[in-house]
């Protein structure tokens, strides 16, 4: 219901930024005024109807568009072209944004801003008691952030949420932080379903964090990923070999992920099948 419900707001949305750049042209202007029409396809759904509208109206008049027509700035076609190509960058640009993880950064911190005016503002209209604004802030815990450069290992405020597809949410990660120093061997205990593997998946990039962030010997999962990968080694809950491959071809997969240069890739290779007594098989399919 919830997705539906999205959808329609969503439909209705889009029909309101269709019409609304109709209705301003025919009211806020009584003659055709290029530059406003061309502000106005900054709306992609505007640009593609207003570039339909002067087709059908060339059509009309009995001026049809040809091949070198198009690049006419003044029969306009064009124009439409290059706003589209704007806001193609535009949007390209906000899903960027979007997808790196800076927004929820920015939402968060424009929320603390807002929570610590909040409280400065209690603070001052509390019936004129003198009240200390330490005294309505939340104890301040240290982040994990000032440990990037000195802690090989570090996690920081990582949530994730898994939809329930019309069942309730499930709340996987609810903002785990910790560190572990050069030289610890840390362990994770937790029931079944208490979030471990999927924190150990966000850790490894192979799950992406809600939000919050990892490092990796100050490689940030989320921005450098390669780089934070090139230090880690898993030994995933379930058997990760691909069936059509040679254990030798295993190796080689894995070396590339992990960044071992080419010239080295070989004697890598062979050295871990050495290692692990594994000449007799190495070219066997793992199947």
């Known amino acids: 219901k919830k997705q539906e419900t999205a959808q329609q707001a969503l439909g209705e949305f889009i029909n309101l930024t269709l019409a609304l750049p109709w209705v301003i042209l025919a009211f806020a202007t009584s003659t055709k005024n290029v530059p406003l029409e061309n502000a106005l396809s900054l709306i992609p759904g505007f640009a593609l109807y ?24 003044n029969r306009e076609l064009i124009q439409v072209f290059m706003m589209l190509v704007i806001d193609s960058i535009i949007f390209l640009l906000f899903l960027t944004f979007m997808e790196s993880g800076l927004a929820r950064r920015f939402a968060r911190s424009l929320s603390g801003t807002v929570q610590s005016s909040a409280l400065i503002s209690a603070g001052e209209a509390d019936d004129g008691k003198d009240v200390e604004l330490d005294e309505l802030m939340p104890p301040i815990v240290s982040s994990t ?5 000195t802690s090989p290992i570090i996690a ?29 061997v840390y362990g994770l205990l937790g029931p079944n379903g ?5 924190m150990i998946s966000m850790m490894v990039g192979i799950e992406k964090a809600d939000e919050g962030d990892a490092w990796i010997n100050s490689s940030s999962v989320t ?11 898993l030994c995933p809950q379930f058997d990760a070999l691909i069936d059509n491959l040679t254990g030798r071809e295993h190796l080689i997969m894995f070396a590339m992920i992990r960044g ?28």
């Open 260 to 287: 071992v240069p080419p010239r080295l890739m070989s004697t890598v290779v062979e050295g871990a099948i050495k290692d692990m007594k594994l000449e007799q098989k190495a070219g066997a399919l793992t199947k």
């Open 145 to 149: 952030r000032d440990f990037i450069s």
């Open 194 to 198: 208490a979030g471990k593997s999927t």
């Open 156 to 184: 920081d405020e990582l949530k994730k949420t898994y939809s329930g597809h019309g069942a309730p949410d499930v709340r996987a990660c609810r903002g785990v932080s910790f560190k572990v120093n050069s030289g610890i």
């Open 50 to 73: 207003r570039g339909y509208s002067i087709l059908e109206a060339a059509a009309v008049v009995g001026s049809p568009f040809s091949a070198r027509d198009v690049f006419l700035w």
């Open 223 to 233: 921005f450098d990923l390669a780089a934070a990968r090139r230090d880690i080694g």
